[in-house]
């Protein structure tokens, strides 16, 4: 059985549920970047738009264009991620505890505040009563979904599987993030973030989801060869990891065209994939994608988006590559390395559509 | 399909720390739903399923210094995960793949309530920023199992996440992407949650009633607990000895409201027919159901329709626990997984505390006095969150 990516779609600080950043990508002049937000009446009346916070309807804008551009009115089963789940409703009903001590709270912000309230308006929106579940897993709660996804489709349960990532990131929360060093302070322009030893990257929201199927639809955007999370601490076991998952794919370092990494701007982030690719891919170009997305939790979520829309377009832009060159311009497997504080980790391996 | 088999067991609980002192308090009728104690909340007059440790004792259990910062819901997972590794014998020089799978919906929250103006204001507290979110805590129980977990992630679907790290962790094992998997949830109480569900009014001023007609709503609860999961064939191997098997389990959705459910319970008719499905069985073969019954209007009846479709007239023994130990949220399924697995071993029904009128549209009464010495081959368990995210387990006798 194979599996494949039928449609992804994005909304982040680059033109949203378009692929406009392959052409016209925007580049980021601050550390703190919030959404381009679509127009949201087509997904949602107005009515329900506003009870609803700003990431519930990003996501189901997302996940409502990305089922239209897959074909497909009703998935299987609706799996998300979520690294801090609605965090400005959260903080609503935060500071409302502290605030009121306790007293005269308002219920919507809390309904709203669980994690799971997305994957849940997703499947109300669609009167969905199929698999439905929540990864909330830091850096690796969009690969969690993925995975899960998968496994759904490999175990012939499901004929299709939507799949998101979707985070927020609010002033205070920036700000709380911010004193544990994530952030860049300064300038942020791309050879700043690719210079090496600079802590901090920039953020970036994330809402991306993308529909997985075992039909290779006539818009299908690329095979999804296989997915898997592990832990790992030292770059021997995480070299060892990447040949056993290669190995389990039937494919070969040799054979994969681009890799394409978390890298952030972040040194600590950073300095793992430098190294696992300096030894195992010092001719093979790497590409980012964070330096147009951004950094949040489910920031992954774009690395699967963005490397299934170049398989499908048959193209990179430069913007796109770290370092290295294409030699010939064809691109037939790329390879998603995600980690988290070089503890939790991802390989994904896409493959072009044979048709 | 693969046959999987339960090596492993651990719980901390309202009912207190271990398997042990947990079937103790079932068969004696001992709730441990009482005053609040160590949350410091305006509404402590709300009666809830407390764990009797405070912070500091916790920290004594599992040798923690008290300068070393960690969430109230990472100790409670750490002693129940410690419990049940050691049941399960799993050592940590072994080379087999051991997925650790962990719910949790409140995560670090207790703290960041207490410290959300240090957060943002000071530098006082900066070490809990990093330990609010659910990943966090996954990552701080995994800790004391330094070393061999291959794979982590975090559940969060409300109040089914422990249910659905159980699915995931099914999965993993059919899909041989894991040897070993410890699966569960964990949640300690927080004002947080505690003053959400007070403002949707579901909230029992006294001990919860679950099934009987009088109900007012739940008593929140707190906890952890944790499964051990492998194939047979690999718990054979190792010469690890097998409690019971996971026969089947599965999740559906309600897709009927945010905080409700549905008159007919759709979501928990299908997540109980299909987990039946999966397990092979009938619903006629299943001798027990422990219901997630949390004592709201709302869920008691909806779940009670939804057992009516799939059982009709031939009802098995249905009881809720959630009068023991309190609604510990993420970690419901985990806690009931583990009480289930305990009345299919030691042949018991636990009764369903509080309960004098059965609910007018239900065909059925709860178990009122424990019963023991009874034949139980197949018990199910249901698991239902906000959300409409419904999950079943059917645990069944070693075949």
């Not at chain 2, 023994?317 to 970690?331: C, D, I, L, Q």
Request: glycine share 8%.
């Amino acid at each position: 059985m194979s599996i494949y990516i039928q449609s992804a779609s994005q909304i982040s600080f680059q033109q949203p549920l378009c692929e406009k950043w392959l052409d016209e990508p925007i580049l980021p002049i601050q550390s703190f970047n919030q959404p381009m937000e679509p127009d949201y009446k087509q997904f949602i009346a107005p009515a329900e738009s506003r009870r609803m916070g700003k990431l519930l309807k990003r996501a189901v804008a997302t996940a409502l264009d990305t089922l239209a551009k897959g074909g497909c009115e009703m998935p299987d089963a609706i799996i998300s991620g979520t690294g801090l789940g609605c965090v400005e409703n959260t903080e609503k009903f935060l500071n409302a505890v502290i605030d009121n001590e306790e007293e005269c709270l308002p219920p919507t912000p809390f309904m709203q505040s669980t994690h799971n309230t997305i994957s849940s308006q997703i499947s109300l929106k669609l009167q969905c009563h199929g698999y439905n579940s929540t990864y909330s897993h830091r850096g690796t709660s969009f690969d969690s979904a993925l995975l899960d996804a998968v496994m759904q489709l490999q175990l012939g349960r499901v004929n299709t599987a939507l799949v998101g990532g979707y985070d927020e990131m609010t002033p205070a929360y920036f700000k709380m993030l911010g004193k544990l060093g994530y952030w860049r302070d300064g300038d942020v322009s791309i050879d700043e973030l690719k210079k090496d030893g600079i802590p901090g990257a920039i953020s970036g929201g994330a809402s991306v989801s993308a529909l997985l199927g075992n039909k290779n639809t006539q818009n299908a955007l690329c095979q999804l060869v296989d997915t898997e999370i592990f832990s790992c601490n030292s770059v021997e076991k995480l070299q060892n990891k990447l040949h056993s998952f290669l190995n389990r794919c039937q494919s070969e370092t040799a054979e994969i065209d681009a890799v394409m990494c978390g890298l952030s701007g972040d040194k600590a982030n950073d300095d793992v994939y430098r190294d696992l690719l300096c030894k195992e891919f010092p001719t093979i170009p790497t590409l980012w994608y964070k330096h147009l997305f951004g950094e949040s939790f489910c920031a992954s979520g774009y690395g699967i988006y963005c490397a299934s829309h170049l398989l499908n377009a048959g193209k990179v832009p430069d913007l796109l590559i770290y370092n290295g060159k294409f030699e010939k311009f064809v691109v037939n497997n790329i390879l998603i390395i995600n980690h988290f504080q070089n503890n939790d980790f991802s390989l994904t391996l896409l493959t072009k559509c044979h048709n | 399909m693969t046959d999987i088999v339960i090596t492993g067991m651990g719980i901390i609980s309202a009912l207190g720390h271990g398997v042990e002192a947990t079937a103790e308090a079932l068969l004696h009728h001992r709730s441990g739903i009482g005053k609040m104690r160590f949350l410091k909340t305006k509404h402590a007059d709300h009666p809830a399923g407390e764990v009797p440790f405070s912070d500091e004792q916790l920290r004594d259990i599992l040798n923690i210094s008290n300068d070393f910062a960690i969430t109230r819901t990472s100790l409670l997972g750490r002693i129940a995960l410690k419990e049940a590794a050691e049941m399960a014998t799993l050592n940590e020089e072994s080379d087999a793949r051991i997925a650790f799978i962990s719910g949790t919906t409140v995560g670090g929250m207790e703290k960041s309530e207490q410290f959300y103006r240090d957060f943002l204001e000071n530098d006082d507290r900066n070490e809990y920023i990093a330990l609010h979110d659910c990943g966090a805590c996954t990552d701080m129980i995994a800790k004391e199992f330094a070393g061999n977990i291959s794979m982590q992630t975090t559940i969060s679907t409300a109040c089914s996440s422990a249910a659905n790290a159980v699915i995931l962790g099914a999965d993993l094992l059919r899909t041989n992407r894991a040897d070993i998997v410890i699966a569960g949830g964990t949640e300690c109480l927080s004002k947080f949650h505690l003053d959400g569900f007070n403002t949707l009014m579901i909230l029992d001023s006294e001990p919860c009633k679950p099934f009987d007609k009088a109900r007012k709503g739940l008593n929140l609860g707190e906890g952890a607990a944790y499964i051990v999961m492998e194939s047979r064939a690999h718990a054979e191997q190792r010469g690890a000895k097998a409690i019971c098997q996971l026969s089947g389990c599965a999740n559906r959705c309600d897709a009927f409201h945010q905080t409700a459910s549905s008159p007919e319970g759709e979501g928990a008719y299908q997540a109980m027919m299909a987990a039946l499905r999966d397990a092979g069985l009938q619903p006629a073969d299943i001798d027990y159901v422990n219901a997630h019954g949390t004592g709201t209007p709302n869920n008691d009846e909806s779940e009670g329709r939804a057992m009516m479709r799939v059982f009709g007239n031939q009802m098995p023994m249905v009881s809720s626990t959630k009068a023991y130990t309190g609604h510990p949220t993420s970690a419901a399924g985990g806690v009931e997984n583990v009480i289930s697995i305990l009345t299919l071993t030691r042949n018991f029904v636990p009764a369903n505390l509080n309960f004098t009128e059965k609910i007018d549209s239900l065909n059925f009464t709860p178990v009122t006095e424990t019963k023991t010495g009874v034949q139980l081959n197949h018990v199910l368990t249901n698991s239902f969150g906000f959300g409409g995210n419904d999950s079943s387990c059917i645990f069944s006798k070693i075949k």
